[in-house]
C-alpha cells in the first residue's frame, strides 16, 4: 500500500473502542456509535457553530465559507487524519493568514491558494516530514499565535465599537480614537453582554453551576446577546447568509506568482505547525485521562497532516476557508468523553444539518456579538503561561520579535524575524564562555565555563599563561563541547607546565566525550549515564567456561570466579567515578553527610542486574532509598525467616519518615520464571525457602474474572509476564499488612505506588486502578512536559 493512503480496515477501526464488558460489533460492516461520541459531538457543535461564524466574519469571507470549512474538517479530516479525538475546521490561528489573502487576491483565488496548501500538506505528509515540524522553537511558534491573537483583537474590537476594521493593525491604532468618538451604544451594548456572559458563566457557583456549565460559554454569550437583542428590538447589522445556489467556489488563482508561492507556503506553514503542535497536545490530554490511555491510539503525526492536507482541498474546492486543529474544540472533545474519530466526523454532520436547516436562526445574531467572542478567543492566545514558560527559558527575546513581527509587518515575515533571532540566539549560546583564574592555598584553579570553541583559544591561552610556572594548577572544565583548536591549546600548556614542574589536574570534560563519561583508549561509546552501569562497551561478552555459568533466580547468567580482568575491569570503573563524576557529587554528598539522608520515597525492587534505580527514575544521591531483593518481596508481618526487609520498611515509614513506597516488578524475571516452573517438594535451599513469598502471587494466576492485573493496551506477552503484575499488586497488599505502613496510610501521611518496568522496551508502566481493574499504564515522554 503507497505510503500516501491511510489503511482502513472497515467501520470498526480500532480507534472504535466500546465500553468495558460491551459486545464487540457482530459483523464487520456494522457500524456503531458509542453513547460517549454523540455527546462529545454535540458539545463540540455547540462551541464550532458560532466560533466558525465569528473567525469568518474576522476575516472578511462570506459566512458561510466558515461553516463549510467546520463540516469539512470534522467529516474529512476526522476520517483520515491521524489524530483520532482532534477536531479540525476554520481556526483563530489562520485568521490574520487569511484576511490578507482575501485583501490581495480576493476570496475565490483565496479558495484556490487553500486548494494548493492542501496539496502541498499531501506531499509533506508522503514525504514523512511531520516531526520535522515541531523542530520549530516553541518561543516561535507560540509568539506567532500571540501576534496573531493581538492582530485579531485590535480589528475586531472596531467592530465591537459598530465600526469597521482596517486592513492592518498600524492603520487600525490610529483609526481607534476616531472610532471611540463615534462608538455606537447598541453594538457596544451587544458586545458587553457578550463578553460578560464568556467571561461568568463558567464562573457560576455551587450546584447551578455544575449543571450550567455543561452548556459551552460560546454558545450561552452568542445566544444571550441575541435573545437581548431581539427582545430589546435594537437596530444592529446580522448575520446574512446568502443562498448556498450563489455560494462563490474556488477559481484560477490570479496574481504574480511569487506572491501567489509565498501565499501558498504561508498557509501550509501555519495549518500544519497549529495542527501538528495540536495533535501533540490532544496525546498529551487523552494520557492524562483516567482509562482512555490504550483505548486511543497515538498521534500518527504524518497521517494527520494527510487528512489535513485532504481537508483543505475540499474546503477550498467547496469555497470554505482554510482548515487547521482548533485547540479549544479538541480539549472540549477529550473533556466531554470522546472514545474515537467518530465524535469530530458527527459534530461535521451536525454543522451540515444546522448550515441547511438553521438559516433563519443563525441570521438572528448581530455581527458585534461575533465580533466580541472572536476578540475575547485573540486575547487568549495571548498566554501569560507561554510568556512565563519562554521566560524562564530565556527565549523571551525570541518570543518578542516574533510577536512583534506578526503583528506590524505579518505572519512568514514575522516567523522568518523570530527563526533568525532564535538561530542567533542558539549561537550566542554556544559561543558564550567565562573563564576565571583563581589562587587557593598554594593551587592555582582555572575555571572554564561554556563551550570551548577556536573562538575562545586566545582568551584560554592568555589565562593559562597568567599560572606562575612550576605551580600546582587545576583546570576544571564545565561544559558540553570542546573542539580541536581548543583540545591542543590545553594539552600544550599541560605538557609545557609539567616540563617546567608543574603540575596540571583536568576535570570534566575530554575531546570526544561529554562530561559525565570516562575517557579511554577502547573506543568506548556508551552514553551519559555509563559512570553508573557496569558496561562492556562495544566489547563481545566473555561466556563463560563450560560447566560453571549458570542462571541465576534474576534471569542473569551467573559469572565464573571474578579474575585478574574483572578486578581491572572494576578498578578502571572506580577510576573513571573519581575523575568525571566525583567532582560533579562531592559538594552534594558531602552536604547529605553533613544533614543525614532525608529520602522521600522507600523504592523495593528486584536484585536483578538490569535494573538500575537511579537510571529509571532519573534520581540522584539521597532521592530513593532502595531495597532489593530476589523477586521483589515484601514477606508478610511475623512471616519466620529473614527480617531484614521488615526493618528496612519500618525504618524507612517510622525513622525517614518517607512518603511514598513504590513495588517495581520488571520483565524476564528469574524469581517468577523459577516460581513457574518449581516442581514440589525436593531439598528445600535458601533460594526456594525464599521463592515461598512469591506463592500467594501464583496463586492469583488462575483468576479469570476481568481483575487479573495487566498492562494498558496490550495483553500479557507470556504467563511469566502476567505473574510480574500480579506479584506487584500482591506485594503492595503484604506491605498494607505491615503495623507502620498500615499506621502512616491511616493517618494520610504515605501513599504505594505499583510500577513495572520493561527491560527490552526500556518502557516503565504505572499501576492504577481503573473500575475495580489493576492496570498498568504507560508512562510517555510527553508527561515529563505536561
Request: with cysteine; charged share 15%; net charge neutral.
Amino acid at each position: 500500500m503507497s505510503a500516501c493512503v491511510p489503511a482502513h480496515t472497515d467501520s470498526a477501526r480500532t480507534e472504535h473502542v466500546h465500553p468495558p464488558h460491551s459486545p464487540p460489533p457482530r459483523g464487520p460492516g456494522r457500524f456503531r456509535v458509542a453513547g460517549a461520541d454523540v455527546s462529545a459531538a454535540i458539545a463540540v457543535f455547540l462551541i464550532a457553530l458560532p466560533l466558525s461564524l465569528g473567525i469568518a466574519l474576522a476575516t472578511g469571507a462570506p459566512l458561510q465559507a466558515g461553516l463549510v470549512a467546520a463540516a469539512v474538517g470534522g467529516i474529512v479530516a476526522g476520517w483520515i487524519g491521524g489524530c483520532p479525538l482532534q477536531v479540525s475546521g476554520p481556526a483563530a490561528g489562520l485568521t490574520v493568514v487569511t484576511a490578507d489573502l482575501i485583501q490581495q487576491y480576493g476570496w475565490r483565488t483565496t479558495c484556490a491558494i487553500t486548494v494548493v496548501a492542501g496539496l502541498a500538506q499531501l506531499g509533506l505528509g508522503c514525504l514523512r516530514v511531520a516531526r520535522s515540524a515541531l523542530a520549530v522553537s516553541p518561543a516561535i511558534v507560540h509568539g506567532m499565535l500571540a501576534g496573531i491573537g493581538v492582530t485579531i483583537a485590535v480589528a475586531q474590537l472596531h467592530i465591537v465599537l459598530g465600526g469597521t476594521p482596517q486592513s492592518s493593525v498600524p492603520d487600525n491604532l490610529i483609526a481607534l480614537p476616531a472610532q471611540l468618538a463615534n462608538l455606537r451604544p447598541a453594538d457596544v451594548a451587544v458586545s458587553v453582554l457578550t463578553l460578560t456572559l464568556l467571561t461568568f458563566w463558567p464562573r457560576v457557583p455551587g450546584r447551578a453551576g455544575r449543571l450550567l456549565g455543561r452548556m459551552p460559554a460560546a454558545l450561552i454569550a452568542v445566544a444571550g446577546a441575541t435573545v437581548v437583542a431581539a427582545l430589546a428590538g435594537l437596530r444592529l447589522p446580522k448575520v446574512d447568509l446568502p443562498s448556498w445556489s450563489s455560494h462563490a467556489l474556488a477559481t484560477l488563482p490570479e496574481g504574480p506568482v511569487l506572491g501567489l508561492v509565498a501565499a501558498v507556503l504561508t498557509t501550509t506553514l501555519v495549518c500544519s505547525v497549529q495542527s501538528l503542535l495540536g495533535a501533540v497536545a490532544v496525546d498529551k490530554l487523552v494520557a492524562a485521562r483516567p482509562g482512555l490511555t490504550g483505548r486511543v491510539e497515538r498521534s500518527n503525526l504524518d497521517r494527520e497532516l494527510l487528512g489535513q492536507g485532504a481537508a483543505n482541498i475540499v474546503s477550498g474546492s467547496l469555497g470554505g476557508l482554510p482548515i487547521a486543529g482548533v485547540a479549544v474544540r479538541s480539549s472540549a472533545n477529550v473533556a466531554a468523553g470522546a472514545v474515537s474519530r467518530n465524535s469530530t466526523m458527527l459534530h461535521g454532520v451536525l454543522v451540515v444539518i444546522a448550515a441547511l436547516l438553521l438559516v433563519p436562526a443563525l441570521e438572528l445574531i448581530p455581527l458585534a456579538s461575533l465580533a466580541a467572542l472572536v476578540m475575547a478567543v485573540g486575547l487568549k492566545m495571548v498566554s501569560l503561561n507561554h510568556i512565563r514558560t519562554v521566560t524562564r527559558h530565556r527565549e523571551v527575546l525570541v518570543y518578542a520579535v516574533t510577536t512583534t513581527g506578526v503583528v506590524f509587518l505579518g505572519v512568514l515575515e514575522g516567523v522568518a524575524l523570530g527563526i533568525a533571532v532564535a538561530v542567533a540566539v542558539a549561537l550566542h549560546r554556544l559561543t558564550r564562555m567565562r573563564i576565571t583564574h583563581d589562587e587557593s592555598e598554594g593551587v592555582h584553579h582555572v575555571h572554564v565555563r561554556g563551550q570551548l570553541t577556536f573562538l575562545a583559544v586566545p582568551r584560554l591561552s592568555r589565562i593559562l599563561h597568567q599560572v606562575p610556572h612550576g605551580s600546582a594548577a587545576v583546570v576544571e572544565l564545565d561544559g558540553s563541547f570542546m573542539d580541536h583548536a581548543a583540545f591542543e591549546t590545553l594539552q600544550d600548556w599541560q605538557k609545557t607546565h609539567t616540563a617546567q614542574g608543574g603540575s596540571v589536574d583536568i576535570t570534566g570534560r575530554r575531546p570526544g566525550t561529554r562530561i559525565s563519561e570516562p575517557a579511554d583508549t577502547d573506543n568506548c561509546r556508551c552514553r551519559p549515564w555509563t559512570p553508573w552501569r557496569n558496561h562492556q562497551c562495544e566489547r563481545p561478552p566473555t561466556a563463560p567456561p563450560p560447566g560453571t555459568g549458570r542462571p541465576d533466580a534474576t534471569g542473569d547468567a551467573a559469572d565464573p570466579a571474578p579474575g585478574a580482568a574483572d578486578g581491572r575491569e572494576l578498578a578502571r570503573g572506580i577510576s573513571a567515578f573519581q575523575r568525571n563524576t566525583a567532582p560533579l557529587v562531592r559538594g552534594e554528598l558531602a552536604r547529605l553527610a553533613r544533614e543525614g539522608q532525608q529520602p522521600s520515597q522507600l523504592f523495593l525492587t528486584c536484585a536483578d542486574s538490569r535494573v538500575v534505580t537511579s537510571m529509571i527514575t532519573s534520581s540522584g544521591p539521597g532521592d530513593l532509598f532502595v531495597v532489593r531483593n530476589v523477586g521483589n518481596f515484601v514477606p508478610l508481618p511475623g512471616d519466620e525467616g529473614d527480617d531484614s526487609v521488615a526493618a528496612a520498611i519500618e525504618y524507612a515509614v517510622d525513622v525517614l519518615k518517607v512518603r511514598s513506597i513504590t513495588v517495581c516488578g520488571h520483565s524476564g524475571c528469574g524469581a517468577m520464571q523459577t516460581l513457574l516452573s518449581a516442581e514440589p517438594g525436593g531439598r528445600q535451599t535458601p533460594l526456594k525457602r525464599w521463592l515461598r513469598h512469591g506463592l500467594p502471587s501464583l496463586e492469583r494466576l488462575p483468576e479469570d474474572d476481568g481483575t487479573r492485573p495487566r498492562l494498558a493496551g496490550r495483553g500479557p506477552a507470556d504467563a511469566a509476564e502476567q505473574l510480574c503484575l500480579a506479584n506487584v499488586v500482591q506485594q503492595l497488599e503484604h506491605l498494607r499488612a505491615h503495623e507502620s505502613v498500615s499506621r502512616a496510610l491511616g493517618a494520610g501521611d504515605l501513599e504505594l505506588h505499583g510500577m513495572y518496568f520493561h527491560v527490552g522496551e526500556a518502557q516503565s508502566y504505572l499501576l492504577a486502578e481503573s473500575g475495580g481493574e489493576a492496570v498498568f499504564e504507560r508512562v510517555l515522554e510527553t508527561d515529563l512536559t505536561a
